[in-house]
């Protein structure tokens, strides 16, 4: 119903932090202040967003860090249950985790979430500064699930690269956040919010999620098909076209085989290799990420 623009998925994420601590206090008591986050997320580098991340690696050195943070396992509604109390304001989750290693949840997760925080009166925020704008094969990642957040956070492709970031949310929650209690220098100026307008309307006018959908099987049935012939690859798995290749070996030394090659290609934790190409990638350019990624793949060592 409502949004707020700002210009980084960090600033974007912060928003919703702050929304969820105000609306707990706002609309539910004054010790709901807790936000429950899952292990191996990522939602930024700002002290509060990298506390809501789920992994070490990007706290070491920032402590202490700032409470009212849990980190439960990702894609364990039983773990979630338990880690909800009288003072959980909101859940905070990826509807996919990216840098966490591409991680897609059951299909009765985010259905599940949904239903704890009705439940408990918190608030349910979505991550898709990764996920959204098409990436998985709809416009929204939510999508395939069936549910809705009540707040949901945008950025890297909103506006194809310029910098923008975006808190949707609920007419309810966006009331708490009144004049004066968050803002933003040069967040929602004419330029940037042209741009994401521009990016949207050709996203869904040329029907890119739907593209990203049909790329994406045929990028992730061609390196199915590597497994016989690379047994250093464990896994692979994602949605559209966000895609990781999970191997029983370190990713790192892969990357750089790939880069030689011309092929950029990104990791997701020590053992994960991530592939987010272009909405608008042709099935040439497919087979020849395959081709390069089957050769240094063959050659890797488990």
């Excluded at 416009?139 to 707040?151: N, R």
């Excluded at 497994?227 to 949605?239: A, E, L, T």
Aim: charged share 25%; glycine share 10%; proline share 5%.
């Amino acid at each position: 119903d409502r949004v707020f623009f700002c210009n980084s998925g960090a600033e974007a994420n912060e928003a919703a932090l702050k929304l969820a601590r105000k609306y707990g206090k706002d609309k539910l008591a004054d010790d709901r202040y807790e936000i429950i986050t899952a292990q191996n997320s990522f939602h930024g580098r700002t002290l509060a967003t990298v506390t809501a991340t789920g992994q070490p690696k990007y706290q070491h050195g920032f402590e202490p860090l700032m409470p009212g943070f849990k980190h439960v396992p990702y894609n364990d509604l039983r773990a979630m249950e338990r880690a909800i109390d009288s003072h959980t304001a909101a859940i905070l989750v990826e509807p996919i985790q990216g840098e966490g290693g591409v991680n897609v949840p059951d299909d009765d997760y985010l259905p599940g979430l949904r239903k704890l925080c009705d439940q408990s009166g918190a608030l349910l925020i979505f991550d898709e500064i990764q996920t959204g704008v098409g990436r998985t094969g709809k416009l929204w990642a939510y999508e395939h699930s069936g549910v809705e957040p009540d707040v949901m956070t945008l950025a890297k492709a909103l506006a194809n690269g310029v910098p923008i970031g975006a808190m949707l949310c609920r007419d309810e929650a966006a009331s708490v956040l009144t004049a004066g209690s968050h803002g933003s220098t040069f967040g929602g100026t004419p330029f940037v919010t042209q741009v994401a307008l521009a990016t949207l309307t050709t996203v869904i006018g040329d029907k890119l999620p739907e593209r990203a959908a049909r790329m994406g099987r045929e990028l992730m049935d061609a390196l199915r098909a590597l497994q016989p012939s690379c047994p250093v690859i464990k896994q692979v798995r994602g949605r559209g076209l966000l895609i990781g290749i999970e191997l029983s070996t370190a990713a790192a030394p892969v990357l750089d085989a790939c880069r030689e090659q011309g092929l950029l290609v990104l990791s997701a934790g020590e053992k994960v290799v991530r592939l987010v190409p272009p909405l608008i990638v042709e099935s040439a350019d497919i087979r020849r990420a395959v081709d390069v990624l089957k050769g240094v793949l063959a050659k890797a060592k488990a």
